[in-house]
């Protein structure tokens, strides 16, 4: 586990996209269905980045990782930002809803019905466990096609790739749709 130092504050703001609605699948799904969820990164920003007008030295020792849901201190698969790539793989449940609205829950699954989404947390690893967050990245899982969400569903697994690098060459950040992530739908794997 890695103590988080300065948490940055991030307001949520309603989503401008209507929940995903579930496709009719060709296999009648159960109550809860079982979906692995794979973000696949590339193209990590590097150990450094900055400087910023609140970091005038920059930030140095740059990782990054998923945080869990109502839990800011508890991180998975911290990697550090130089790496050529990262993976994460998280388990959720799908639920339909009575009106076809499809619900992706689980411990790293942040966010109300209709507005979930999965936070990845940059920050600097200053000394051993100790990780403080500069930034995050709001992966929303509304905005992943309802045709693939039903393809994943009955595949087992939900992708999603994308650079985690921004335009300016530091760490990606902020709300996190297509085309910067492409979702996709795959077979799942053993954790």
């Given at each position: 586990?890695?103590?988080?130092?300065?948490?940055?504050?991030?307001?949520?703001?309603?989503?401008r996209?209507?929940?995903a609605?579930?496709?009719?699948?060709s296999?009648?799904?159960?109550d809860?269905?079982v979906v692995?969820i794979?973000?696949?990164g590339?193209?990590?920003?590097g150990?450094?980045?900055?400087p910023?007008?609140?970091?005038?030295g920059?930030?140095?020792?740059i990782?990054v990782?998923?945080?869990?849901?109502?839990?800011?201190?508890?991180l998975l698969?911290l990697?550090p930002?130089?790496?050529?790539?990262?993976?994460?793989?998280?388990e959720?449940?799908?639920?339909?809803?009575?009106?076809g609205v499809?619900?992706?829950?689980?411990p790293?699954?942040?966010?109300?019905?209709?507005?979930?989404?999965?936070?990845?947390?940059?920050?600097t690893?200053?000394?051993?466990?100790e990780?403080?967050?500069?930034?995050?990245a709001?992966?929303w899982?509304?905005?992943v096609?309802?045709?693939?969400?039903?393809?994943?569903?009955e595949?087992g697994?939900?992708?999603g790739?994308?650079?985690?690098?921004?335009?300016?060459?530091?760490?990606?950040?902020?709300?996190?749709?297509?085309?910067?992530i492409?979702?996709?739908?795959?077979?799942?794997h053993?954790?």
């Amino acid at each position: 586990m890695y103590l988080i130092r300065t948490p940055v504050k991030t307001p949520s703001r309603p989503s401008r996209r209507p929940p995903a609605r579930l496709p009719s699948p060709s296999a009648p799904l159960s109550d809860t269905d079982v979906v692995q969820i794979r973000i696949e990164g590339a193209a990590l920003p590097g150990a450094s980045c900055g400087p910023s007008p609140q970091r005038p030295g920059g930030h140095h020792g740059i990782h990054v990782a998923v945080q869990r849901r109502g839990k800011p201190g508890e991180l998975l698969g911290l990697t550090p930002g130089d790496a050529p790539a990262v993976s994460w793989t998280l388990e959720a449940v799908m639920t339909p809803s009575p009106d076809g609205v499809a619900d992706l829950k689980g411990p790293y699954i942040q966010g109300p019905p209709g507005g979930r989404f999965i936070y990845l947390n940059w920050g600097t690893v200053d000394r051993p466990g100790e990780f403080t967050m500069f930034r995050r990245a709001k992966l929303w899982l509304n905005a992943v096609p309802p045709e693939v969400l039903g393809e994943a569903v009955e595949s087992g697994a939900l992708v999603g790739r994308l650079g985690l690098t921004d335009a300016k060459g530091g760490p990606l950040c902020a709300s996190v749709r297509p085309p910067l992530i492409e979702w996709s739908a795959a077979a799942s794997h053993p954790c």
